[in-house]
Structures are given as C-alpha cells and as structure tokens.
C-alpha cells in the first residue's frame, strides 16, 4: 500500500520529466547540454509547459483541469519529441554533446563529493516528501489551499476567488505551482488532503544544483563550479528550510530554477534561436511562479539585451546584436504571453482583504529607504550569519569575494550581479515600507536569498577560480623545490 502512494506522487514527476524531455529533442540549444544539466533543464520544461498550458487553456478557453487535459497537454510534446529523435536516429549528423574537458585530481574530488553530498540529500528529501504530510505555514495556508479551490472546480477561477465576500488570503498570487500541484494530485487520483503533491517541490532541489552547476563551469571552471555546488548542497536553507526550501511547498526555489535558468541560457554564448525560445518558456514560468516573477523575468532579458553594449568595438557589438536579437524576441515572446495572462486573470479577482496591506505602508518609504538601512543591515546580517540556516557560508563568502575580486570585473559577473541583486532590491523595498521591518527580515530574507542564489553562486564560484589561480603558484613552486632538494 505504501509503495503504491509512493509511485503514484512519483507518477506526476515522471509525467513532468517525459513532457520537458520531449520539449529538450525540440529544442537544439538545450539537447546539446551534457545529460545531467539536460536532464534539469527538463524538468523545468516540463513544469513550466504542462502548468503554464492548463493555465492558459482553463483561463481562455475554459478547460477542465482534469486527468485527460493534463495527459494530453504533457505528452503532446513528449510525443513530438519521440517523432524527432526517431527521424534523427535515422539521419545521424554530428554529436549534440560535446567532448568533455579535462579535470585535475582536485575537480575530479571536488565533482564526486559534490555528487556524493547532493544526491544523499535528494534522497532524503524525497522520504520526507513520500512519508509525511507537509508542515510549513505558506505552503498550507496559501499555494496548497490555492490548489484545492483549483483541483475543486477544475478551473483557475474557481469561486472562492472571483465572488466578493469570502477570504482569501493574497488571492492575486500566481497559480503555477498550485495547476502543477493540483494537476499531480489529478494524474495520482489522490485524496484531497494527501500529500502525493511534494514530490514536485522536492525534485525541485537538485534541478537547482544542476542549473547552478552549469552556470558556474561556464564562468568558472569544472572544478570551481564543482567546490561551489558542494557548498551549496550542503546548506540546510534550500533543502529543509520550512520557509522557501524544498522540503516544503512555497514557490521560491522553482523561481529561482526557473528565472535562473533562463538568465543562463540567454547570457551565455550561443544565442541561438532554441536558446530564446527554452530561456523565454522558462522566464514565462518565473513570471507565473510568483509576485516577483514580474520583475525578475523581464529584468533578465533587459540584462541580456544591454550585455552586448559593454563589448568595446561598435562593429563588434553590431555583429553580436544581429546574432542575438531572434533569440531575445524569442525569449520575449512567452514572457509577453505570461505577463498577459496574469494580468488578465488577476483583473477578475475583486479585492478584498489581504495581509500585504495590513502589514506594509508606502508612506514609510521616504526617507525610510535610507534611514531604515542600519537597522535592516543589523537583522539581514543577524539572520544571513545564523550557523544553523547557513553554516558558515555567509562568513566565508565575504573573503573569498574580496579575494578574487577580479573576477567582478568581467562582464558576465556584473551582469549575474545585477541579477542576483534585483530580488534583495525587491527585499530591501518590503522590508522599508513594513510596518514591523525586524518581522519581515527574519520572515522573508531566506527567501529572497533563494531566489537570488543561482547567479549568485556563479559570481561566488568566478570569485573562487580567480582566487585559486593567484595563490595555488606559491605552493606549486614550493612543491618543485621540495622534488628537486630531494
């Protein structure tokens, strides 16, 4: 009986997992990813597809959000995918998946134990999700309720959220993650109060040390990307955390897989068509993840679109511009699409009460921006140097940033900057114009630190080559010496 309900909250990951890897066999730029990273990159899809379309379709075309809609809307691509790597089988070209490069006994150490230390976390991530009910305070009270006014009527406009009268608490957030919850409880034929769901939240973890992983070999290197992903899989915060990680039900750590992902994809080097389009269905699913999606996806493809103007040489930047502009409308265009329908469906929902308001006052903002800052820096610094939330990360991290401070003066790492520092801007921003700042910095800083951490983990990781490459030349001469003297 148990290892039923076990493969059935399985089964909505595994529907997931098959419909991203149809959209990867679709998408060039991303079937060329080693097949860990493509295998990542999938799941993201594969959320982001099936959730985004039974959004859209229950919103436009009023839908049901019942097992067939769900099926057909996750293996369409699946199917389409088989189609395409079946002809390609048939007429071989070339490898998609280049040659991987040499690493030395320290990145080779480094990658096993970040494999090692993620994968035993995953692991228990997933007992806790497959053995016992959820117990945070948000993912009960806002995205799993939300989910059940949904999976109830089949619909994104359930009642309780378009009539006047009944409370709701924050009935305007976004729905992604509650169609993809409810859509899993659906597939599963799971009773209404089981916790089938969090597999999905769960899966979510090492997606996100996959995408961070290949964002830092990138910048950094196998072995500095390897170092950087091992510290990060061993942070409680992301994993465990009851408030933001994946052990629990809110909707910070699939925002940041989704709006990190695609910042990667359209920061990085190719800027090809299937870049747009992969980096623009996941930005399209960060803007319907959550609130600060809004500015977080289109902030990524403004970054991406100004990055070629830092390239000295205007022939340069011109050819690299008529190289990356159809992959930046591509990316675009969803996130348009996304925008439009959240916006659309939130103009049908009356207001009402919502703790925001209650809690927050725009007449704190001036001169509180500023006056406040001391007083935030002191509770920001109080939480973020908390040994038991992130160990000694945030002691370490300082020195090793002012150490290879060199490397912040790429150009990839202002950009990451400026990306990773638009969800503490948005932290900063609630935090003045609370009512209680010391409430909201201990509630929410976690969070926004989650959904800041893929970029930032990249610019730690460039801090950290750099760092290796200008002191490792002392200790290899001194190793010389000893050879030669003995």
Same mark, same amino acid.
């Given at each position: ?286 803007a319907l993840t959550k609130a ?21 040489? =205007?022939?340069? #930047?011109?050819?690299?511009? *008529?190289?990356? !502009?159809?992959? /930046?409308? &591509? @990316?675009?265009? +969803? ?52 040994f038991v939330y992130w160990g ?10 002012? =150490?290879?401070? #060199?490397?912040?003066?790429? *150009?990839?790492? !202002?950009?990451? /900057?400026? &990306? @990773?520092?638009? +969800? ?63």
């Amino acid at each position: 009986m148990v290892l039923g309900e076990a493969l059935r909250s399985l089964a909505g990951v595994a529907l997931f997992a098959a419909s991203g890897t149809g959209l990867t066999e679709l998408l060039p730029a991303v079937r060329r990813l080693p097949l860990a990273r493509r295998l990542a990159h999938a799941y993201l899809l594969g959320v982001a597809w099936t959730a985004g379309s039974l959004y859209a379709l229950s919103y436009w075309l009023a839908v049901s959000i019942r097992p067939p809609a769900v099926v057909t809307v996750a293996l369409v691509p699946a199917l389409a995918g088989a189609l395409c790597w079946r002809y390609r089988s048939r007429f071989p070209r070339q490898a998609d998946t280049p040659a991987p490069a040499r690493v030395g006994p320290s990145g080779r150490r480094a990658q096993r134990l970040a494999l090692v230390c993620g994968g035993l976390v995953t692991v228990a991530l997933l007992c806790d999700a497959l053995t016992n009910p959820l117990t945070d305070w948000d993912g009960r009270m806002t995205w799993s309720t939300q989910a059940r006014y949904v999976r109830a009527e089949g619909t994104v406009e359930p009642r309780v959220l378009t009539t006047p009268g009944f409370y709701v608490n924050c009935p305007g957030y976004p729905l992604l993650m509650p169609v993809a919850q409810a859509a899993v409880l659906e597939v599963s034929q799971a009773s209404i109060d089981h916790h089938a769901f969090r597999p999905l939240y769960a899966a979510f973890f090492p997606v996100w040390l996959l995408v961070l992983y290949g964002g830092a070999q990138r910048s950094a290197g196998r072995e500095a990307a390897a170092w950087t992903t091992l510290a990060a899989a061993m942070l409680s915060v992301p994993a465990f955390a009851n408030a933001g990680g994946a052990a629990s039900a809110y909707s910070d750590l699939p925002l940041a897989c989704f709006v990190g992902a695609g910042a990667l994809l359209l920061l990085g080097p190719q800027g090809k068509p299937s870049t747009g389009l992969a980096a623009g269905i996941l930005l399209g699913a960060g803007a319907l993840t959550k609130a600060e999606g809004e500015i977080l996806t289109p902030l990524a493809i403004l970054v991406a679109a100004v990055l070629p103007l830092s390239i000295p040489g =205007a022939a340069r #930047r011109r050819e690299i511009w *008529r190289r990356r !502009r159809t992959m /930046l409308v &591509l @990316a675009a265009l +969803p996130v348009a699409l996304a925008l439009l329908l959240l916006h659309s469906w939130r103009a049908g929902i009356p207001a009402r009460f919502e703790s925001f308001t209650r809690l927050t006052s725009w007449s704190l903002l001036w001169p509180g921006i500023f006056t406040r800052l001391p007083t935030l820096a002191h509770d920001a610094g109080a939480a973020m140097l908390s040994f038991v939330y992130w160990g000694a990360f945030w002691w370490v991290t300082p020195l090793v940033v002012l =150490a290879g401070w #060199r490397a912040l003066r790429r *150009r990839p790492a !202002r950009a990451l /900057l400026l &990306l @990773a520092g638009a +969800p503490l801007g948005v932290g900063w921003l609630y935090a003045t114009i609370a009512v209680d700042s010391h409430f909201i910095v201990l509630t929410t800083l976690d969070r926004f630190l989650i959904q800041a951490s893929v970029p930032m983990f990249v610019v730690f990781a460039m801090a950290l080559r750099d760092l290796v490459r200008r002191t490792e030349w002392p200790w290899r001469w001194a190793w010389l010496y000893r050879r030669r003297a003995e």
